[in-house]
């Protein structure tokens, strides 16, 4: 920050007053709320670092002694000869310099034994657990050092000066850990927060970051008899095409042209459902549009669309009281699937698994779909006798959708809004929802509707990727997909969709006719460098437990151990063997695939196995190998 202002021909503060707020102005359209937004430069703040400071200086456990070592100023961080290569940084690949100097030290290295202690006592202290068993490894295996807090002002003078010695700065990371518990102090301005805020229950960090968290801060807050959070959840990356966003790659995805493009809700559901929060997700703006069409638009939206289309054509606009059932398996499962909802999300929300929660709601959006196919509600509108179970369609439907609401809104506020808006359902969302709220008996009956427009506008690719297909064509194939997908419009033909709203985004341009060519000549497939071969992870997993999918021969879903965790692999290797005969088999697996569905059941991981077109043999380990190892 010094050196970019200096070059900018500013002071670092004026600087960081130009740079704030951008993050402000994108909290604000991201919808995320916050009580205050605090800075490191608070005045406050740092009359809390420098109290803090002297209390460690005055129970000596701050020292000054002689330092040398490789720095990046980027990164603010010393390596040693072992970490650096071709003099340049591990991490950011910047160039680093040789210093030595005088500095400050905090006397980490005495709470080592007491922090291992800790996070073995408290299993949920860190997360997720292979995070945790990365912290617990660090700390087993080496001995934690004393830790550099300060810089001198002959190199860097913009900081909070130690109050024992005005000729350094205190280094950054003892400063912006502290300001996790200063605010606390002054915020509230006279009414300290502490006992209430502090511990916290969760603290939420990037991966990066998550030793500069598990370790310094928390041997911090020992050494100031300070409390440590409940929780440190670490959470992942999201790459681009398998690579860290990087300006200079020219990758990074900005936020606020995701939001301009597509809507800030279907942003965040995206970010939030895409992976299991905590891991590392891969952006692709085409996994995004799948999204907001399949889960979104044919989803939620459509659900909405078809239900208040039915209850305008037939019940003039008023949710109907229920009468006798339509479908009674059906109605009980998605009584049963709704009344579970509300604390299923409730766990969830404690335990940071969004993704499980959207798919929790996905499943009963996909069993109200299956109601309203089944019952048919077009076709009983015909029969007057039928008028009764017609009513409890809609009312089911309509009950359903209310209670999606209020689940849905942490996730996507302002488009839940709009949906009760259409129902006929005025909640208060700017407080504390009524217990009443999450009871899937809470009453719709008589509520007039007021249907809008949809609430997410299919996006259709305005040229396809595919050489060959004309644009003409390819409108043919999003109007098969749409008709396959979903009812927006009551008719004999319940999958008729109902003209919907569309974003165009480009993405190619359709290649010109060529001549036909004559047959290729067979060549060797594309060789790959060892640096594309390294992306794939290949790790052994013991099978626990395999059974057959319901009308499928080839798929057999397998629950494996990869040792620190347990995952769900759908593979099709049904003809070659039956269930029980792959219990207890260590098979390799691709680890790091990205989740997908097949016959609706996700599968997190591939198997290997041998074979062209049907599989001839599993790739097995013969020797005793722990589940988890890499194969290399």
């Known amino acids: 920050m010094q050196q970019a202002a200096a070059k900018a021909g500013i002071d670092p503060q004026t600087h960081c007053d130009k740079l704030a707020p951008q993050f402000e102005s994108l909290w604000k359209k991201l919808n995320i709320s916050n009580d205050a937004f605090i800075r490191t430069t608070d005045t406050q703040h740092k009359q809390v670092v420098q109290r803090y400071l002297q209390e460690l200086f005055d129970k000596q456990l701050i020292h000054k002694a002689d330092y040398s070592?490789?720095?990046?100023?980027?990164?603010e961080r010393f390596w040693t000869e072992k970490d650096v290569a071709d003099g340049l940084c591990p991490d950011c690949k910047r160039p680093v310099e040789k210093l030595s100097e005088h500095n400050y030290f905090f006397k980490m290295g005495l709470y080592q034994d007491r922090l291992i202690e800790h996070i073995k006592k408290h299993d949920r202290f860190i997360r997720p657990e292979s995070r945790r068993n990365e912290v617990?490894?660090?700390?087993?295996?080496?001995?934690?050092?004393?830790?550099?807090?300060s810089r001198p002002k002959s190199r860097l003078s913009w900081g909070i000066e130690l109050p024992f010695d005005t000729n350094y700065v205190t280094y950054v990371w003892f400063d912006a850990l502290v300001n996790y518990v200063s605010a606390l102090e002054y915020l509230p301005r006279g009414n300290p927060a502490s006992d209430r805020f502090?511990?916290?229950?969760?603290?939420?960090?990037?991966?990066?970051?998550?030793?500069?968290?598990?370790?310094?801060?928390?041997?911090?807050?020992?050494?100031?008899?300070?409390?440590?959070?409940?929780?440190?959840?670490?959470?992942?990356?999201?790459t681009v095409d398998g690579e860290k966003m990087s300006?200079?790659?020219?990758?990074?995805?900005?936020?606020?042209?995701?939001?301009?493009?597509?809507g800030v809700d279907a942003f965040r559901y995206f970010l939030l459902r895409e992976v299991p929060f905590g891991q590392d997700g891969d952006f692709s703006q085409n996994a995004m549009i799948t999204s907001i069409n399949s889960?979104?638009?044919?989803?939620?939206?459509?659900?909405?669309?078809?239900?208040?289309?039915?209850?305008?054509r037939f019940e003039n606009g008023k949710i109907p009281a229920s009468g006798p059932p339509a479908l009674p398996e059906l109605e009980d499962k998605i009584a049963k699937a709704a009344t579970q909802l509300p604390a299923m999300l409730e766990q969830g929300l404690s335990t940071l698994t969004?993704?499980?929660n959207l798919q929790a709601i996905g499943e009963l959006v996909s069993l109200c779909?299956?109601?309203?196919?089944?019952?048919?509600?077009?076709?009983?509108a015909k029969h007057p006798e039928n008028a009764p179970k017609l009513k409890t369609v809609l009312n089911y439907s309509a009950r359903a959708l209310r209670l999606l609401a209020v689940c849905l809104y942490p996730f996507m506020p302002q488009t839940m809004e709009r949906l009760t808006g259409q129902l006929g359902y005025h909640a208060d969302f700017s407080k504390a929802l009524p217990a009443s709220a999450y009871e899937w008996d809470s009453p719709v009956a008589d509520l007039p509707i007021a249907k809008s427009a949809p609430l997410f506008p299919r996006i259709e690719i305005a040229a396809p990727d595919i050489v060959g297909i004309g644009l003409k064509e390819n409108a043919k194939i999003e109007k098969k997909e749409s008709s396959r997908k979903g009812a927006t419009q009551v008719s004999d033909t319940p999958a008729t969709p109902q003209p919907v709203p569309a974003v165009a985004i480009p993405t190619s341009t359709p290649a010109a006719p060529t001549t036909p060519a004559a047959a290729p000549t067979p060549i060797a497939p594309p060789q790959i460098s060892i640096d594309e071969f390294m992306k794939v992870q290949l790790k052994?997993?013991?099978?626990?437990?395999?059974?057959?999918?319901?009308?499928?021969?080839?798929?057999?879903?397998?629950?494996?151990?990869?040792?620190?965790?347990?995952?769900?692999?759908?593979?099709?290797?049904?003809?070659?063997?039956?269930?029980?005969?792959?219990?207890?088999?260590?098979?390799?697996?691709?680890?790091?695939?990205?989740?997908?569905?097949?016959?609706?059941?996700?599968s997190q991981g591939m198997v290997l196995a041998a074979g062209d077109t049907d599989v001839r043999g599993l790739l097995t380990i013969h020797e005793e190998v722990d589940p988890g190892t890499k194969v290399k």
């Open 69 to 75: 070592g490789w720095y990046c100023t980027f990164d």
């Open 136 to 149: 617990l490894g660090f700390l087993t295996t080496q001995k934690l050092g004393d830790l550099s807090i």
């Open 198 to 238: 502090w511990p916290a229950k969760v603290h939420l960090v990037g991966k990066d970051i998550l030793t500069t968290h598990a370790v310094y801060w928390s041997t911090m807050l020992m050494a100031l008899n300070l409390p440590l959070p409940e929780t440190i959840f670490a959470h992942g990356w999201w």
């Open 247 to 262: 300006k200079s790659r020219g990758n990074v995805v900005d936020p606020n042209k995701m939001v301009e493009t597509y």
């Open 295 to 312: 889960d979104l638009a044919n989803g939620i939206g459509n659900l909405l669309s078809r239900t208040l289309t039915m209850i305008e």
């Open 354 to 356: 969004f993704r499980d």
């Open 369 to 380: 779909d299956e109601y309203i196919d089944k019952a048919a509600p077009w076709k009983l």
């Open 540 to 602: 052994t997993a013991k099978i626990l437990s395999a059974e057959r999918v319901p009308k499928s021969e080839k798929l057999i879903k397998l629950q494996v151990s990869l040792g620190v965790e347990q995952r769900q692999i759908v593979a099709g290797i049904g003809k070659k063997y039956e269930p029980d005969a792959l219990v207890g088999k260590t098979i390799v697996i691709v680890a790091n695939l990205k989740p997908a569905k097949l016959m609706g059941i996700e």
